[in-house]
């Protein structure tokens, strides 16, 4: 994973450089759950399959496709999904979508009868448990020889590479987004307040911004993988000399790995923005929507996110509202900067009973035509890589291509945590921004989480 770091950094930039983020709203869309699919059989009518090459098979048969509507909206999905049928009029499609999707599917992909294709994004779904529990399909050797309907090689296109689990690949990254801090560059002309660049200048301008008489600082306490993803594992990774692979151990449930003293170190700098009452008290077990109106308000400084923000809220910012971004902020002076970045990953299931039109539709999906649509109607960064020719795109995506191009810009791979691992990471760091633990008791708390999982 180290040898494809700085191509990570190239790919993710050059994906960012040329999209325009428009808007993302969150939990958007009604739901369109069908019934479970019938159990007839595809049936192919050439022996050619879409292992390799761009010819596939004539699909014919049920096809099901499972899709979270969310904060990337489902403009996306009914476009892409009615060319894929245009191409293959005589396969039946059907539509599982929705904001509630994933748990109204729960119960299906429990009991082993699934949709085919699944995109793995919003509550519910963790791929890495979904892995765990046998419930997608392995495309290791697929993806080695799989092309895109141009042509192209998917694995030289993506950005971002495929997470591997134990060396076997299961799902693939469509969507690439980089966590983060934001501000608003206007307050801060208006104020005189300088950027922050590393964390002693995040504590000098939280200080005056304090002293302005505005919160510096406010995070999702609902959902604290928001402060995780763009404070704490950047500062993590910082500790422990710009290596990631320690994310990468606390991911594979190594004990040893959550004692580090770099995680202490991580874990104190949050301590250190709560004890100078930086962090907005409203943040406790605010959702993620009303502690992004509080920040367009101007009622605190910086909040942490990802690149979809701007987007998520676009009827709701104030003319004149100028994004600011960096990726991180916990860095020492002339410390590296770490770029966390995310994903949303699609996967064929396992048990699935349309396995080659699942294929066909990963190889239609990854091409340079739905990446360039895939940003017009969802407002967010495609994996797929692009041209970075275009000039149009807003402050904030400049920002974050100018971080994610320079060379000592430390890109993070997505990693997936255990999920109930993850849960303990994110209810120990909500206690410590409120002084109910102490970073002893979150890595204790956390550690005994890790020991239960790996029974």
């Not at 599982?96 to 994004?121: E, H, L, T």
């Not at 290791?140 to 895109?148: G, H, P, S």
């Not at 979809?308 to 709701?316: F, G, I, S, T, V």
């Not at 770490?338 to 396995?355: E, H």
């Amino acid at each position: 994973m180290m040898m494809k770091k700085k191509f990570a950094a190239l790919g993710i930039a050059v994906v960012l450089a040329t999209v325009s983020l428009a808007g993302c709203g969150s939990n958007n869309g009604n739901s369109n759950a069908t019934n479970a699919p019938s159990n007839s059989a595809p049936a192919a009518e050439e022996t050619k399959t879409p292992d390799a090459g761009t010819e596939t098979t004539k699909l014919t048969g049920d096809f099901e496709i499972q899709y979270f509507v969310g904060g990337y909206g489902d403009k996306w999905w009914k476009k892409v999904i009615a060319d894929f049928q245009a191409a293959n009029p005589e396969l039946k499609i059907k539509e599982s979508a929705g904001p509630k999707i994933n748990d109204q599917n729960r119960p299906r992909w429990i009991g082993g009868n699934p949709p085919d294709f699944v995109y793995i994004d919003g509550p519910v779904l963790n791929d890495r448990q979904m892995v765990e529990d046998g419930q997608l399909e392995d495309l290791t050797e697929w993806l080695k020889e799989a092309k895109n309907v141009d042509g192209d090689l998917i694995t030289d296109i993506l950005a971002q590479p495929a997470q591997q689990f134990d060396g076997k690949v299961y799902n693939i990254p469509l969507v690439l987004n980089s966590w983060g801090v934001f501000w608003n560059k206007a307050l801060f002309k208006e104020k005189g307040w300088a950027e922050p660049t590393d964390f002693p200048s995040f504590i000098e301008i939280s200080d005056k911004i304090k002293a302005d008489g505005v919160t510096p600082f406010i995070h999702t306490g609902k959902y604290p993988y928001y402060i995780n993803g763009s404070i704490l594992y950047p500062a993590i990774v910082s500790a422990n000399n710009n290596d990631y692979t320690i994310l990468q151990d606390m991911a594979a449930n190594k004990v040893e790995a959550f004692e580090s003293p770099a995680v202490l170190t991580a874990l104190n700098k949050i301590v250190e923005l709560r004890d100078k009452g930086f962090i907005d008290k409203a943040s406790i077990q605010i959702n993620h929507t009303d502690s992004q109106m509080l920040f367009l308000q101007n009622k605190d400084a910086f909040i942490p996110n990802g690149l979809w923000l701007p987007n998520e809220m676009a009827k709701d910012v104030p003319a004149g509202f100028d994004f600011g971004f960096i990726p991180s902020v916990t860095q020492e002076a002339g410390g590296k900067v770490v770029a966390n970045t995310s994903t949303a990953t699609v996967a064929i299931a396992k048990n699935g009973k349309n396995k080659e039109a699942a294929k066909a539709f990963l190889q239609f999906i990854f091409s340079k035509e739905q990446a360039s649509q895939w940003a017009e109607l969802s407002g967010a960064p495609s994996n797929i890589k692009g041209d970075i020719s275009a000039s149009n795109a807003p402050s904030f995506v400049k920002d974050a291509a100018k971080y994610l191009t320079d060379p000592n810009t430390i890109v993070i791979p997505t990693i997936t945590y255990n999920a109930d691992v993850d849960k303990a990471m994110m209810d120990a760091t909500d206690a410590l921004t409120i002084s109910s633990i102490t970073p002893e008791e979150w890595v204790k708390r956390v550690t005994d989480a890790v020991k239960k999982a790996s029974k």
